[in-house]
């Protein structure tokens, strides 16, 4: 029996783990990290645990700690949630030689799916479909490049104790090899301390779905259907589904039987997922197992009525699994929305930064939001950038589809750049809408979801921005003002004239000139607006954090978060930021150049590849640096060398700062 929990985890899947535990009655524990303090799973729980400075390695990943504060406070199990320990065999193992209970499968089912190439042997022996491909141990890289020149290119590289994208690279002709093994090699070492690799066939429109397995000790196993988790960046998912569109019961049976082979075939217990490549012609093959409960858990629990934490629990106490597969009944369908802290015009980059304002929809039986932060919390660079997981449930696909986009519509986030608009256009594509998926969806639609900056707002939303910095001013507060005699103000307000102003609002990296004209009457807040050749009547109110307009007899209302003079507009068509360029700046712009070699965000400096005063060629790699557990390449933004390097490995550095100096080849080479 689990009278008392401890979740060895943070942010989202702690607060879900919590959440189910308490309404079994289960105390629990959380465990925090300096940057974690004062999180939410930590005031969730009924009791915390300090384990230590903010990199994982430092807290979250101290086993032997977790153990010994786990004795101490008398906890019954652990619960690893995802990631960090959660697929660790010798976490597993301690716990097991300690007497708790470890919710999750025995640490021979961890190590016999923790390498995928000794998984890979495992799954054929138990004749589970595999992909073509090399998971050998010979690691030198002239026998992984001979095995990607036979098996032909493209070809993927992956990290065999890998997960999550991390340790991954796609590799498309042979003068690619070398520099995406040593990458991968690299992004493995720091996220698993294993650099063994994979070689496998990459297949060009497959679709990623995936089996949700349960299994007791008593030797029960059931699948809970499927999940389609085709949309990616990165090799990691961002949009999931279930069950997956246009799959037919009897492949759905076909997948679900070789996920429970796999299951058996390595005596599983709990929660595990067997994921699959799924081709066009119907064909499926193995890719991996993940041993512990997946991110996207809730739409198999939004599709089924189930609770698979409190599976977990029940399992874990060595009873039977709750129910049989023929009393598991599929119903309607589910999507799961990632909202990420990135930047998706710039390559998904992971974004740090409190959250100034955060308004989630409306949660209903229909909608619902999972996450592990709240309000003026910050996003730090040492862990996942996840904020949520929005959740919504639907009779059909069209309809869950449609609540989808409509709570996206309704998801406002202010302080940092996320994902939103951008899984916006990705629920409202025309191939999304018609489930035409494939893990290369992103890419394939690339020119309709990555359109050019001048297109990606309205220009009708220029006058309201106008107006909300005017009516931020505080000459504009009237309502704080008892005075309402103009030469008490310091307003616009002019004796037998019309005064005018320009204001240059800077958008999406342009900078947009408005010339407004004010009213003599200054009661009557109406203001007329040039922007280019077009002209606007405006006026408008604000209340609190909303903002109410009329543009030339149009009327809208807005949203909106004003944090050190940077503005952000929200409504169901509206999400952008903008801020107000200042006179004297308006002239200075940083060129591509410049701002090629600054950080593009906050992270660890890992290697530097050119040497000082080496020739090097536009686009050639000369920097790497890593955040959030993910690498991102520094390229050489035209011919010339590097003179000097401000930074070198394991240095932290802040986001915009400049990471060396460049010497461009033009420079050098000018005529007297």
């Known amino acids: 029996m689990i009278n008392k929990l401890l979740i060895a985890n943070r942010g989202e899947i702690a607060c879900r783990v919590i959440k189910t535990a308490t309404t079994l009655g289960i105390k629990t524990v959380a465990v925090y990290s300096d940057a974690d303090k004062n999180a939410m799973h930590v005031n969730m729980a009924d009791e915390a645990i300090y384990l230590g400075a903010s990199p994982s390695k430092e807290s979250y990943l101290k086993a032997e700690l977790i153990i010994e504060k786990s004795k101490e406070l008398g906890v019954d199990a652990i619960h690893p949630g995802y990631g960090f320990l959660s697929e660790n065999a010798k976490f597993a193992t301690l716990c097991a030689e300690n007497n708790i209970i470890f919710v999750g499968p025995p640490a021979s089912a961890i190590e016999a799916m923790g390498s995928k190439s000794a998984a890979k042997k495992i799954m054929e022996d138990a004749g589970v479909p595999l992909v073509p491909g090399y998971h050998g141990d010979n690691q030198d890289e002239s026998t992984l490049k001979a095995a990607a020149d036979e098996m032909g290119y493209p070809v993927l590289l992956k990290a065999a104790a890998g997960g999550g994208g991390k340790g991954m690279r796609q590799v498309w002709s042979g003068s690619e090899f070398t520099q995406a093994l040593n990458a991968a090699k690299r992004e493995s070492m720091a996220s698993f301390g294993d650099d063994h690799m994979l070689v496998e066939k990459y297949l060009t429109r497959p679709r990623h779905v995936e089996i949700q397995v349960f299994c007791d000790e008593l030797g029960n196993g059931v699948y809970l259907f499927e999940r389609d988790c085709s949309v990616q960046r990165r090799h990691q998912k961002i949009i999931e589904e279930a069950p997956a569109p246009n799959m037919s019961q009897e492949i759905r049976e076909k997948m679900g039987e070789a996920a429970i082979k796999a299951a058996k075939a390595i005596n599983y217990v709990g929660a595990g997922t067997v994921e699959f490549l799924l081709d066009e012609d119907g064909s499926f093959y193995f890719m991996e197992m993940n041993t512990r409960l997946q991110v996207e858990h809730p739409v198999t629990e939004m599709i089924t009525n189930e609770d698979l934490v409190q599976w977990q629990l029940t399992v874990a106490e060595g009873k039977a699994l709750p129910k049989t597969q023929q009393e598991l009944v599929l119903s309607g369908h589910a999507f799961e929305a990632r909202i990420y802290a990135e930047d998706p015009d710039n390559e998904f980059l992971p974004c740090t930064g409190t959250l100034n304002l955060l308004r989630p929809p409306v949660q209903t039986e229909v909608v619902r939001v999972d996450t592990g932060v709240r309000e003026g919390d910050e996003v730090s660079v040492y862990y996942d950038p996840m904020i949520a997981k929005l959740v919504v449930w639907g009779e059909s696909r069209e309809i869950a589809l449609k609540r989808l986009i409509h709570a996206l519509n309704n998801y406002y986030i202010e302080g940092l750049s996320t994902n939103i608009s951008f899984l916006k256009r990705v629920a409202s594509h025309d191939a999304f809408q018609n489930a035409e998926l494939t893990t290369t969806f992103i890419d394939k639609h690339s020119d309709s979801l990555f359109t050019s900056e001048n297109e990606r707002f309205s220009q009708s939303i220029l006058p309201v921005m106008t107006l909300l910095t005017i009516l931020k001013r505080p000459s504009h507060l009237s309502e ?162 590097v003179e000097s390097f401000f930074y070198q490995p394991g240095e932290l550095v802040d986001g915009g700062a400049t990471l060396l100096s460049y010497q461009p080849k033009s420079a050098g080479n000018k005529e007297d």
């Not at 002209?535 to 609190?544: A, D, H, I, K």
């Not at 978060?561 to 169901?572: H, P």
């Not at 991102?632 to 060398?641: E, K, L, N």
Request: charged share 20%; net charge negative.
């Open 480 to 641: 704080s003002d008892n005075s309402s005699a103009p030469w008490q103000k310091s307003g616009p307000w002019r004796c037998n004239s019309h005064h005018r102003e320009t204001i240059d609002l800077l958008v999406k990296n342009e900078v947009i000139s408005v010339t407004v004209t004010y009213s003599n009457d200054e009661l009557l807040q109406i203001f007329k607006m040039q922007i280019g050749q077009n002209e606007f009547t405006v006026e408008g109110v604000v209340n609190e954090n909303q903002i109410r307009t009329i543009v030339n007899g149009h009327r809208t209302s807005h949203v909106f978060s004003a944090v050190n003079g940077e503005y952000t507009l929200f409504n169901k068509d509206t999400h952008i930021s903008f801020s107000v360029v200042p006179p004297s700046l308006g002239e200075e712009q940083n060129s591509d150049s410049d701002a090629a070699l600054e950080a593009p965000m906050n992270g660890t400096i890992v290697a530097l590849l050119v040497e000082p005063n080496a020739p090097v060629e536009k686009g050639q790699p000369i920097l790497v640096m890593e955040a959030m557990k993910m690498e991102h390449t520094i390229t050489a933004p035209q011919d010339g060398a």
